[in-house]
């Protein structure tokens, strides 16, 4: 006999084409910004695990968990700008937490389902567990090329394994850090940010450039400073960062050694006050110049740069730069950045190529090494400027432009030193004002190769 499907009924009909119109109605809607859902509440699971013997399942691999273990802890992230996508950040109190972590989940909107101060549930047996740039993730697998990783759970799955406690919803207390003590918070949880400002080079832009995401840059009066991160696909994208300083909250996220901040909307932010005055920390001097360039005939390997203090203060040397320029070269072909160094009063700071051989040679490590190829490593035969941090060159050593071989600025195989009466630098080279020795004697050098390390005085002007 023929098998003959029933037919569809009128209000089977009916229901399909409510359902329809519905998801088509869903589809269409841009705006996140509605209340939490009224999902069921779970009283009947018990906590039987920690976030540290989750940590300690781990063993360098992505592992899927096979115990049923349950861990528990309070919401702090939201996609409900769209800032945050696909992953959820909860840590183990309300406030002042000390441990973190995180779920991948398929789940979009899931801000309706999991709001911030919600307490869940995390059944992790089938889970996977994996840790990416120090960051430790639960969630589903994901495979490349054969490797396996924590990728999103999908949303079938997630309610499976996420659970919102009855109770009331907490309210998450972030905790009050400074820039400059980044290194003692715990990555995954909820701060605030005292003090900050966006960097002067952010000012007029936006939060993010479109479908792309973009970091900005917050400082504090003292020049710390840590990355945001925003989403090109936030709805807050197009609007121009806030020109004033304040607060923000968001979550701390630690990837390797560093740490950026997320916020979940715009509300996260309160910049009602004055930016930071500009402290000038750079100075220029006429007082610091170099002193003694260092070629030794018996090993190259122990060439260093010697500059000079004749002021009576110790002066910082952020900005300032020594560049080189080999043989005939106009433009710099190596430079030296002096930004980390004070340098005392009547005082030298010593470059060199080679520590470690300056070190065996010497007697003493210099104050800077700055390796093969550097302003340190010259053959005898390059030019010099020391440019302070405005862009002024202060001294010269050398006609730029000019090879040095057979010069009166030649100092290959040998030794060039700034005479004693010299107390200031000069924007052009004047060879009256040193003593240039080499292996050729030309222009009225002297032809006496030097020996390292008899023949020089590294961190003493003569």
Not at 77 to 102: C, R, Y
Request: proline fraction near 3%.
């Amino acid at each position: 006999m023929e098998q003959r499907s029933k037919p569809v009924t009128r209000m089977h009909a009916l229901l399909v084409k409510v359902l329809v119109f519905l998801l088509l109605m869903a589809g269409c809607v841009k705006n996140r910004d509605f209340d939490p859902l009224e999902t069921a509440c779970n009283s009947d699971l018990v906590v039987n695990a920690s976030f540290d013997d989750v940590r300690n399942l781990y063993d360098g691999e992505t592992v899927q968990i096979q115990e049923d273990l349950i861990i528990a802890g309070y919401v702090v992230s939201s996609d409900i700008t769209g800032n945050f996508f696909g992953v959820l950040h909860f840590q183990d109190t309300p406030a002042d937490p000390t441990e973190a972590f995180q779920i991948e989940i398929d789940l979009r909107d899931s801000h309706l389902f999991f709001a911030v101060g919600d307490k869940i549930h995390i059944k992790l047996k089938g889970l996977y567990l994996g840790k990416s740039k120090e960051v430790y993730k639960i969630g589903g697998v994901f495979l490349s090329f054969g490797n396996i990783s924590v990728g999103r759970l999908p949303s079938n799955a997630v309610f499976e394994h996420l659970f919102v406690s009855c109770g009331a919803r907490q309210m998450i207390v972030p905790a009050p850090i400074n820039l400059s003590e980044l290194s003692e918070n715990v990555g995954g949880t909820l701060v605030q940010l005292k003090n900050v400002e966006f960097s002067q080079s952010d000012l007029g832009l936006p939060f993010a450039v479109e479908r792309e995401e973009t970091t900005r840059i917050l400082v504090d009066c003292n020049d710390n400073e840590i990355e945001m991160r925003n989403s090109g696909f936030s709805d807050f994208q197009a609007d121009v960062l806030p020109s004033g300083s304040g607060s923000i909250t968001g979550v701390l996220i630690k990837e390797n050694d560093d740490f950026y901040i997320q916020i979940r909307d715009l509300d996260d932010i309160d910049f009602t006050d004055e930016r930071c005055q500009d402290v000038i920390d750079e100075f220029t001097s006429l007082s610091i110049f170099f002193t003694e360039f260092a070629d030794p005939s018996n090993n190259a390997k122990a060439r260093f740069i010697e500059i000079y203090n004749a002021a009576d203060s110790a002066l910082s040397l952020k900005g300032w730069q020594i560049a080189r320029y080999t043989n005939t070269s106009l433009e710099i072909s190596s430079s030296l950045d002096l930004s980390d160094y004070v340098i005392e009063a009547n005082t030298t700071l010593v470059a060199a190529a080679d520590a470690d051989e300056f070190l065996k040679v010497y007697g003493f490590l210099p104050d800077i090494t700055a390796g093969s190829n550097s302003p340190a490593d010259s053959n005898g035969d390059d030019n010099f400027e020391l440019i302070d941090p405005f862009g002024t060159v202060i001294d010269v050593f050398g006609v730029i432009g000019i090879d040095g071989s057979g010069t009166n600025h030649e100092f290959e195989d040998g030794r060039a030193f700034r005479k004693q009466e010299v107390n200031s630098g000069k924007t052009s080279y004047t060879f009256a004002e040193w003593v240039v020795l080499n292996d050729t004697g030309g222009q009225g050098t002297g032809n006496d190769p030097q020996i390292a390390p008899d023949d020089y005085t590294p961190g003493t002007r003569e």
